[in-house]
C-alpha cells in the first residue's frame, strides 16, 4: 500500500520557481519503484506526463519542460520533488505525483498558477 501526498502548490508570476514535493507513506524504499512522476492536467485539457524517474534512474521530461524542471528523489525522506524555474503561464495546472509498484498510485493533486 502506498499513499501519496503532494504539496509546494501556489501562486507564482511567470518566470517565477516552485519545488513540488510528493511524499510516500510506505513501507517500501521508493528507489524501487519502478516509475515515480508528475503529470499535470490543466483545465478542458488531457493529464499529460511533466516528469518521471525510473528504478534505473532514468529520467524523461516531457518537451516543453525540458531544461527548466528537474525531478529528483530523497531516499530518506521518501520524497520525491519537481524544481520548477522559469515558469509559464501555460503551466498552470493540478500538478500530480504517481508511483508505480505493481499498479499505479496517484495522490491528490496541487495546484499551479502562473500569472503573467
Known amino acids: 500500500q502506498v499513499q501519496l501526498v503532494e504539496s509546494g502548490g501556489g501562486l507564482v508570476q511567470t518566470g517565477g520557481s516552485l519545488r513540488l514535493s510528493c511524499t510516500a507513506s510506505t513501507s517500501y524504499d521508493i528507489f524501487a519503484f519502478s516509475v515515480m512522476g508528475w503529470y499535470r492536467q490543466a483545465p478542458g485539457k488531457q493529464r499529460e506526463l511533466v516528469a518521471a524517474?525510473?528504478?534505473?534512474?532514468?529520467?524523461r521530461y516531457a518537451d516543453s519542460v525540458r531544461g527548466r524542471f528537474t525531478i529528483s528523489r530523497d531516499r530518506s525522506k521518501k520524497t520525491m520533488y519537481l524544481q520548477m524555474n522559469n515558469l509559464e503561464p501555460d503551466d498552470t495546472a493540478v500538478y500530480y505525483c504517481?508511483?508505480?509498484?505493481?499498479?499505479?498510485?496517484w495522490g491528490q493533486g496541487t495546484q499551479v498558477t502562473v500569472s503573467s
Open positions: 524517474v525510473t528504478a534505473g534512474r532514468e529520467t
Open positions: 504517481t508511483a508505480r509498484v505493481g499498479i499505479n498510485y
